[in-house]
């Protein structure tokens, strides 16, 4: 295929459409384009007549973010409700004129395999799930959403079968670690689209057009800070790319940084369009370094080719989101030094800023748009003005526009249903540690936990999603607490439930208060590993029952040899005769986990891509856990035998 030309006619859709917030009297979908759009959107319920309904300005948001990129944010209410349980053929058509093309002419990869158009379903409960987190473009392995994509090809005309929700729970991006040939794919694309420029403070670089261009930066994004003693911790904090003697390898050093390279990486890993705009040639590079490149472009070739299952996927179930730190940066807000480092420098606190407004743009907003209207509208102004000043942002604008961000509090949601859905913020109401600044924080705070509290009362069951496990594997909480005793809390990511006490002890006096007496499942992600738990309150005969159900990664895994032996260590010193077990937080807890069938013999971690599916009976109850492997099968975790804990 030949190269792109730069003067080459644009695609109008650039990725797209998601469905996200979907309802009988109101539909929520981002799109993608090159161009402001006139659409119209076609359904036809089965069994029904077509309905044809022109979005208009009031009903959809059209977000310059670039010369050729704009972002149509549609929040459309219907007049007569869509029905339940029904499989919902669209087609989204754009006008030129009287000449309208739809999405077999301008997205032929969103059909099916028969040419048929898409179709959704608006499920009358929920009764299924799939859920996963931590999607990693340079992860050497398989994507768990082009799984779920053929597993949902599999149920097409079973419109029963379907999840009601795809929910994804952290980490849909990776901004602090990317690989040099997707960076230099996102400056490719920036350039292609014309995507805004905006000044910078702090770095050595005046503005984002020098540091799209310099060849100089790749791997070594940390060289942006000038060389001042006041860099030299956030340095070490924020670009350090050090090696992780646990978990991971945190990889810092192609960090992003401008607004216009958040924006591009959202394009590049939901859509195969934006990759057929650009070439990604290898920049000048050390040899260590034009190695490295090579072996993660062959991973990122791989990675495209499932872009188009990916893209299906997204334009047939609903989906909501939700940050976990890689969406902002490794181990945002971890501690208050942390903030206290990373806030307090103008360039770190644009990155992170930056971030932030790429997760308003494209994935906060389609969760509860009524929610982010305030925010959304000031980001839009500062955005409209760009695309009259020559495709700069204003840099105050864009500052005080990050501050006000930082300060707000409503990224969480929920969803009504049965059981209805809570999704928590586990990122930006934090507990700060009173005893040490260093010591982690309480992944929400008093008033969050309340506010959950809350949500929890009156519902006989609910279905709570927590980026990170509320009830983890012990042997790795107590290794992270360890790091954090010694200091070190950033180096194994010790962000657990468990390990602020304040937190910890709000979150299971909730459970274990009189008025919570249902059944309550967490779905969660973040750790690259999959397991799942049955709980219940010791010596109460009428308590809650609760399931931790967590899957990850959907493009990310655990050192396997890692895992296997943090998994049998943690069965040998946390059995149920261990005294250990009491001088945990969750000691009035019986936990006794399910060990997932295609594992050996006792094993509970189950390490592998791929994306979580939950079937809920009528109580909301679990009834069948299964982890999609992306590698092509499933793995089960039947009820367990109670004789462990």
């Not at 036809?44 to 704009?70: F, N």
């Not at 009764?127 to 987190?133: I, P, V």
């Not at 206290?340 to 992170?352: K, L």
């Not at 937080?585 to 997932?596: A, D, Q, S």
Request: hydrophobic residues 40%; charged residues 25%.
């Amino acid at each position: 295929m030949p190269p792109p030309m730069d003067d080459a006619p644009l695609p109008d859709v650039l990725a797209g459409p998601l469905l996200r917030r979907l309802g009988p009297e109101k539909l929520v979908l981002w799109l993608a384009a090159s161009r402001p759009l006139d659409l119209t959107l076609i359904f036809a319920p089965a069994g029904e007549k077509t309905r044809r309904v022109a979005i208009d300005d009031d009903h959809c948001r059209r977000v310059p973010v670039g010369r050729h990129a704009w972002l149509h944010l549609i929040d459309l209410p219907l007049q007569a409700p869509l029905p339940r349980d029904t499989l919902i053929t669209y087609d989204l058509r754009l006008s030129d004129g009287e000449i309208e093309h739809g999405i077999a002419e301008w997205g032929p990869h969103l059909l099916e395999a028969d040419g048929e158009l898409p179709a959704f379903v608006l499920a009358g409960r929920h009764h299924r799930l799939l859920h996963g987190s931590c999607r990693k473009p340079h992860h050497d392995g398989p994507d768990g959403l082009v799984r779920a994509e053929a597993w949902l090809a599999e149920h097409r005309d079973a419109p029963l079968e379907r999840p009601a929700w795809l929910l994804m729970t952290g980490d849909q991006v990776y901004t602090d670690d990317v690989a040099g040939p997707m960076l230099v794919a996102i400056h490719a694309l920036i350039h292609r689209l014309g995507l805004f420029d905006e000044p910078l403070e702090g770095a050595v670089v005046a503005d984002s057009r020098a540091l799209h261009g310099d060849d100089a930066h790749y791997y070594f994004r940390e060289l942006l800070l000038p060389d001042v003693e006041s860099s030299e911790n956030l340095r070490e904090r924020f670009f350090g790319g050090a090696r992780k003697p646990v978990f991971t390898s945190a990889n810092a050093q192609n960090h992003l940084a401008t607004l216009a390279e958040m924006v591009a990486m959202y394009l590049l890993v939901w859509s195969p369009t934006p990759w057929e705009l650009i070439v990604v040639n290898e920049p000048m590079l050390s040899e260590e370094n034009a190695t490295l490149f090579l072996e993660q472009q062959a991973v990122i070739k791989h990675f495209v080719t499932g872009l188009p299952a990916c893209a299906r996927l997204l334009a047939r179930l609903p989906t909501l989101m939700i940050f976990d730190d890689h969406d902002i940066t490794d181990d945002w807000n971890l501690t208050a030094d942390w903030e206290h480092t990373a806030y307090g420098h103008p360039f770190s606190r644009r990155i992170i800023g930056n971030a932030l407004i790429g997760y308003l743009l494209c994935q906060g907003w389609g969760n509860a748009p009524e929610r982010l209207t305030q925010p959304l509208v000031e980001c839009a102004k500062m955005l409209d003005s760009a695309a009259t000043n020559d495709g700069w942002l204003d840099g105050e604008a864009l500052d005080a526009l990050i501050q006000k961000l930082l300060r707000f509090e409503g990224w969480e949601y929920q969803v009504p249903g049965e059981p209805p859905l809570v999704v928590l913020d586990t990122r930006t109401r934090r507990w700060r540690s009173e005893r040490s600044p260093g010591r982690p924080s309480g992944l929400m705070d008093w008033e969050a936990l309340s506010d959950f509290q809350q949500a929890l009362l009156g519902h006989p069951s609910v279905i709570i999603v927590s980026p990170a496990p509320m009830f983890g594997v012990k042997l790795i909480e107590v290794i992270q607490k360890l790091f954090t005793l010694m200091g070190k809390p950033l180096l194994v990511d010790a962000e657990n439930w468990m390990a602020h006490r304040g937190a910890a002890s709000v979150l299971l006096n909730i459970f274990r208060h009189s008025r919570t007496p249902g059944n309550y499942v967490v779905l969660s992600g973040d750790v690259h590993y999959s397991f799942a738990y049955d709980i219940r309150i010791r010596h109460r005969r009428q308590g809650p029952q609760l399931w931790q159900i967590t899957s990850s990664g959907i493009k990310n895994t655990f050192p396997d040899t890692l895992l296997d032996w943090f998994d049998r260590l943690n069965r040998w010193l946390y059995a149920p005769w261990s005294p250990l077990n009491w001088l945990t937080k969750r000691r009035r807890l019986e936990i006794t986990p399910r060990n997932p069938d295609r594992a050996k013999a006792g094993e509970r971690l189950w390490n592998g891509s791929g994306i979580g599916l939950v079937d809920f009976d009528h109580q909301g109850r679990p009834r069948d856990i299964r982890q999609l492997d992306a590698r092509g099968f499933e793995v089960r975790f039947p009820p367990a035998i109670h004789d462990d804990a």
